[in-house]
């Protein structure tokens, strides 16, 4: 399984930006896949995960309601909207497979997220 995240970039605080993760070896509708990030001299932090199968979704306190995590099976990709973003937004962002037992076993390289105020 290999990830590949991309849409990082410069955004102005309230606006939006949108997340992709590219999927490619195992097949992607096989897995479930989350998103994290760690922002400037803190820990990697839990956003949004997806389940395979059901499409259950699951958010952490911090981004429900302004992040949205999707997934489209027929394009192999990942993605996380989010709006409303705010300067404590601003870290590089990583998409992984969730694994058996809830192991966190493949990442992709992170997408930087910078949020100006």
């Known amino acids: 399984v290999q990830l590949q995240a991309s849409g990082g970039g410069l955004v102005q605080a309230g606006a939006s930006r949108r997340l992709s993760c590219l999927a490619s070896g195992r097949a992607f509708n096989s897995y479930s896949v989350a998103w994290f990030r760690q922002g400037p001299e803190k820990e990697r932090e839990f956003l949004a995960a997806?389940?395979?199968?059901?499409?259950?979704?699951y958010y952490s306190d911090s981004v429900k309601g302004r992040f949205t995590i999707s997934r489209d099976n027929a394009k192999n990709t990942l993605y996380l909207q989010m709006n409303s973003l705010k300067s404590e937004d601003t870290a590089v962002y990583y998409c992984a497979r969730v694994g058996s037992y809830g192991i966190l076993d493949y990442w992709g390289k992170g997408t930087l997220v910078t949020v100006s105020s």
């Open positions: 997806v389940r395979y199968g059901t499409s259950r979704l």
